[in-house]
């Protein structure tokens, strides 16, 4: 058996990734990767629905009842066509895994830790994510929100360049202990471009344990030549610009993202800023930020 450490989870995998999760970083949980799919659990499904199209692959989900939660024993199977189906039965630490025709390890790794893995906790209800980037600045976790191509890949780019730890490039893990919202390191794999099927390269800082998220910040591109400016997003506003950034909304639970994303924001402060589209301007932004986020103080605690 081969261990990574993948989202604040230590996994027992019968197969050698060919990405290095070998760092020591903070867990919660524990889980098991394993090819010998058990035969009630490859012919459990009823129904299933196309999830969506990413990479290029059409990815299908399966149950064996109708999609309105997820209960303990309810069997699952996430199938990337002709890559890979992965298994297993809600409320169990195993994830079973079979390749298909075009599959490969190399495919089985990318799909598991950057799509697969992040969708199980999220139905298995161990994490909440966030689609942002993410970094440590005086060691604390500072977030990159922003659209497609909005800069966020390149504004957490620039920031591992200079030496600060990252937490993910594009997913994050979060969850609340001690009354306050902690963020969970994904993998130290980074991917500044586009480009179907990869993690990118490997980092050399990477965070280590829970820490209390710090910030977040929505980037707005702006002309080239525009100033850089910070302003501070209050009241209503604030939902409209992270929940799009909230993933994997499963309508039956609607009510408890509202309920956790209200909560999140009542005591995590975000700020709008201005970016200007030109590369050779990183450096200004990059240093208005980590004294931008220097001196605000510490978050409030939940009640």
Same mark, same amino acid.
């Given at each position: 058996?081969?261990q ?7 996994i027992?995998?019968?197969? +050698?990734f060919s990405l290095d999760?070998?760092?020591q970083?903070?867990t919660r949980?524990? +889980? #098991?990767l394993?090819? #010998?799919v058990?035969? @009630?659990?490859e012919n ?7 999830? $969506?199209?990413a990479?290029?692959?059409?990815? /299908? ?11 303990r024993g309810?069997? &699952? ?9 992965f $298994?297993w039965r809600?409320?169990? =630490?195993?994830?079973y895994?079979r %390749?298909?025709?075009e599959g490969s390890v190399?495919?089985l790794g990318? &799909?598991?830790v950057?799509?697969?893995?992040p969708?199980?906790?999220?139905l =298995?209800?161990?994490? @909440?994510?966030?689609?942002a *980037?993410?970094?440590?600045?005086e060691g604390k976790p ?5 659209p497609?191509?909005? *800069? ?6 620039? /920031?591992i360049?200079?030496?600060?730890r990252?937490?993910s490039d594009d997913?994050?893990?979060t969850f609340i202990? @001690?009354k306050?919202f902690m +963020?969970v390191a ?6 500044? $471009? ?5 993690l990118?390269?490997?980092v050399?800082?990477?965070s280590e344990v829970?820490k ?5 910040y929505?980037?707005e ?5 525009a100033?850089i400016k910070i302003?501070?997003?209050?009241g209503f506003a604030?939902?409209?610009? %992270?929940?799009?950034?909230y993933? $994997?909304s499963?309508? &039956?639970l609607?009510?408890e993202r509202?309920a ?12 709008r800023?201005?970016v200007?589209w030109?590369?050779?301007r %990183?450096? =200004?932004v990059h240093?208005?930020?980590?004294q931008h986020s220097?001196y605000?103080p510490q978050?409030?605690?939940?009640p």
């Open positions: 058996m081969h990574i450490t993948l989202y604040g989870t230590k027992m995998s019968d197969i +050698a999760l070998s760092q970083t903070q949980y524990h +889980a #098991t394993s090819s #010998t058990p035969k @009630d659990l459990a499904f009823s129904c299933g629905l196309r999830l $969506y199209r990479h290029g692959r059409r990815v /299908f989900l399966y149950s064996d009842r109708e999609f309105d939660g997820s209960k309810q069997p &699952w199977q996430y199938e990337v066509e002709g890559i890979v189906s $298994y809600g409320g169990e =630490e195993t994830i895994y %390749l298909g025709k190399d495919l990318f &799909w598991f950057h799509l697969l893995f969708f199980y906790l999220t =298995e209800r161990k994490y @909440d994510f966030l689609h *980037g993410a970094v440590e600045v500072v977030f990159f929100i922003a497609s191509m909005g *800069g966020k890949s390149t504004m957490t780019d620039y /920031f360049q200079q030496g600060h990252l937490i997913k994050v893990a202990e @001690d306050k +963020a994904s993998h130290p794999y980074h991917r500044p $471009y586009r480009k179907f099927e990869e990118g390269y490997r050399a800082h990477f829970f209390p998220i710090h910030v977040f929505a980037l591109r702006v002309e080239a030549e100033d302003e501070e997003v209050k604030k939902f409209s610009v %992270l929940l799009p950034n993933l $994997y499963f309508h &039956w609607k009510s509202l956790y994303l209200s909560q999140m924001l009542n005591t995590i402060r975000l700020f800023v201005k200007p030109d590369k050779e %990183l450096g =200004e240093h208005i930020l980590c220097k605000l978050n409030h605690m939940l």
